[in-house]
């Protein structure tokens, strides 16, 4: 089956700092990929869409320069999260998709701890 | 725009019960598909069923039943005979087309008690 991993599983970083998050579809060439965010007890809400090659697509209300998001190859997006605040702390889960008339395929998720 | 609701927040069952999970949708697309999702304490969700639009018929995998009608915008699931494995939190969702962004509902906190 169609795997997708997610790297790293969970961190802890400090305010102020950076993170990446990446996102790696292991034996299939995923022409779009899509990054998620949970926070707790919450429901999945989609940030952004991202197509290999092309820019992102951030969904309303995303700061599209705090999440930097980039789809360099068929089967790896990074997600950075830059300047974390605690405010940030959240479950960050990233799906693939190697498009029409596949399916879709989620990272087991990276959670995120800002101190 | 797509909306998925799941108004029930929590339900506690004891083992052995049967639980339905209700799931409505809104969407102005004329071809759509659905989702179940389980997400155990893990985080990691854990696919359990995709139906598309023109297919009505509901499906039964051992416990598990889904029931799809489409002029009341629902997509319920069933667990039969629950067991304490089958705790987690579920979530329906809808997208566009099979491999597009999904849209979830808030989930259901499904708890078996022994």
């Known amino acids: 089956g169609a795997v997708v991993s997610q790297h790293p599983s969970w961190v802890i970083c400090k305010s102020g700092t950076s993170v990446k998050i990446e996102c790696r579809s292991l034996?299939?060439?995923?022409?779009?990929m899509f990054w998620y965010r949970q926070f707790p007890k919450q429901s999945l809400m989609l940030m952004a869409t991202?197509?290999?090659?092309?820019?992102?697509?951030?969904e309303q209300g995303v700061e599209k320069d705090k999440f930097l998001i980039n789809h360099a190859s068929l089967t790896l997006s990074t997600l950075t999260v830059t300047s974390a605040h605690p405010e940030d702390s959240s479950f960050y889960i990233c799906?693939?998709?190697?498009?029409?008339?596949?399916?879709?395929?989620f990272g087991p998720g990276t959670r995120l701890t800002v101190t | 725009a797509q909306k998925v609701t799941q108004a029930q927040t929590e339900i506690s069952v004891v083992e052995k019960e049967d639980v339905t999970l209700d799931c409505v949708y809104e969407t102005r697309d004329t071809t759509y598909y659905l989702f179940w999702y389980k997400q155990p304490p893990s985080g990691e969700l854990v696919f359990l069923i995709r139906r598309n639009s023109f297919d009505e018929q509901n499906e039964i995998s051992g416990r598990y039943s889904w029931n799809f009608q489409k002029s009341t915008s629902s997509f319920n699931f069933t667990i039969t005979a629950s067991q304490v494995v089958d705790s987690a939190v579920y979530f329906c969702a809808l997208s566009a087309t099979s491999y597009g962004k999904l849209t979830f509902g808030q989930g259901t906190i499904l708890t078996v008690h022994p």
């Open positions: 799906s693939a998709s190697p498009g029409s008339g596949g399916e879709q395929y």
């Open positions: 991202s197509n290999e090659g092309s820019k992102a697509t951030y």
């Open positions: 034996d299939f060439q995923a022409t779009t």
